[in-house]
């Protein structure tokens, strides 16, 4: 396999005159030196050291191996300082303590988010979102270009049950496989599965929750994903695991779904629907319960106060790994949910900190097979991209910027009143 990298790259060639990096570089420097929460301390190409910040807080290495990383970061920001990332324009021995200070500052940064030289860059964010809107073939494309990277890719880093999502860690013992198959379960016990429920799953990945629901609590399980990759893998592992009368596979996309289910669970799938498209993901859960059904979604979330910050921009993770990825917050999920539909919230759980240590474990077997993901034939900045991809998320949700949580939805004729586990 042969991966090519897509970036946008304005500034990397030609290369900016040095009189320019320097006043940038100073520019960069002055806003760094009101951080209060840390200090950084940064060494530069020619061997000088720059400490900044606030006297007396913790103090993280930064390393600058080009001065064009300040171009980066005048031109594009926080997504800037992604793309200087994977061209090796700077390195830190803890890139996610860095990236938390980044963002525990994100106020006294937002800055180089917002000023005059990222602005220029505007129109053309505007046009890339544009194109990677979440029609049924735009969803095809972006869900493309992030999972449909190649199986072998992904079991070098996840664990058995090929499962990309959070888990649900019970103590500091708690392996990413047993993590994985304790969500599985909560999420079953949640919506009290049992050989009577027809379920109906929006996102199967490589089949991790419909082989769990089908094997451990005899449930019926239909799943759609729109991935090729996906579907295929899946499709195998339900019939080695000799389960082809429990679980059907579907490539198809939710919009298009038809039939009546008992319950409804959607895993880390509503991050590829869109601000634009959240009414029609809630009406077609709505509309495919039965009248007493219930739905359960896992989803990231962004803190409600820069949910409009967030889906009026862009990011670095949008830009590179997951093209039309876009985070709700609780509140506009609750929003959409009451103003299009009659699903009632039975039940919501946080569970933020169980999905930095996903991937912490993640990322940790990911930087282990570095020689076998060069060997699957991707490139050195793909793999500076995952590197930083995993680190950053995992900084997002030690920071709690981003969240992750069991939203667990009624429809109206539903008696429950609370979990029957608890």
């Excluded at 809107?133 to 058995?160: C, M, P, W």
């Excluded at 000799?242 to 799938?269: C, F, P």
């Excluded at 809630?282 to 896992?298: K, W």
């Excluded at 020689?371 to 930083?388: H, I, M, T």
Aim: aromatic residues 10%; contains cysteine.
């Amino acid at each position: 396999m042969t991966t090519t990298l897509s970036l946008a790259e304005p500034l990397s060639t030609p290369r900016l005159p040095d009189a320019l990096l320097r006043v940038l570089r100073r520019s960069l420097f002055r806003t760094l030196e009101s951080l209060s929460s840390g200090q950084l301390r940064i060494t530069e190409p020619d061997g000088s050291v720059t400490q900044l910040g606030a006297a007396g807080t913790p103090c993280h290495e930064l390393t600058v191996l080009d001065r064009n990383v300040y171009a980066y970061l005048a031109f594009g920001g926080s997504t800037g300082a992604g793309q200087a990332w994977i061209l090796g324009l700077w390195d830190a021995p803890d890139v996610v303590a860095v990236t938390r200070l980044f963002l525990r500052e994100r106020d006294t940064l937002a800055a180089m988010d917002t000023g005059a030289l990222t602005w220029l860059r505007a129109p053309l964010y505007k046009g890339l979102e544009w194109r990677r809107r979440n029609t049924v073939e735009g969803s095809r494309r972006n869900i493309q270009a992030h999972y449909d990277l190649g199986n072998d890719f992904f079991k070098l880093f996840l664990d058995d049950s090929m499962t990309y999502s959070a888990g649900v860690f019970a103590n500091q013992a708690t392996t990413l496989a047993e993590s994985q198959h304790a969500k599985y379960d909560l999420i079953c016990r949640k919506l009290n599965l049992g050989a009577d429920d027809h379920v109906l799953e929006i996102g199967t990945g490589w089949g991790g929750l419909a082989l769990h629901a089908a094997t451990h609590f005899g449930a019926r399980v239909t799943t759609t994903t729109i991935s090729e990759e996906q579907y295929a893998l899946a499709t195998q592992r339900v019939h080695e695991a000799g389960l082809d009368g429990r679980i059907h596979v579907l490539k198809q996309d939710y919009r298009t779904l038809e039939g009546r289910y008992d319950k409804l669970i959607s895993i880390e799938m509503i991050e590829a629907v869109g601000h634009a498209f959240l009414p029609t993901y809630f009406r077609q859960i709505e509309r495919l319960l039965v009248p007493h059904g219930e739905a359960l979604i896992q989803a990231i979330t962004i803190q409600d106060q820069y949910y409009e910050q967030m889906r009026r921009g862009t990011d670095f993770i949008r830009e590179h790994v997951f093209p039309g990825g876009h985070l709700p917050c609780v509140r506009e999920m609750l929003r959409v949910t009451a103003e299009h539909t009659q699903l009632r919230l039975f039940d919501l759980e946080d569970f933020g900190q169980d999905y930095a240590r996903t991937l912490e474990h993640w990322r940790r077997a990911f930087v282990a097979a570095l020689p076998q993901v060069r060997n699957l034939g991707y490139s050195d900045e793909f793999c500076r991209l995952w590197d930083f991809y995993l680190a950053s998320c995992e900084a997002g949700f030690r920071e709690a910027t981003t969240s992750v949580v069991h939203a667990h939805f009624t429809k109206p004729a539903c008696a429950r009143e609370r979990h029957d586990f608890e």
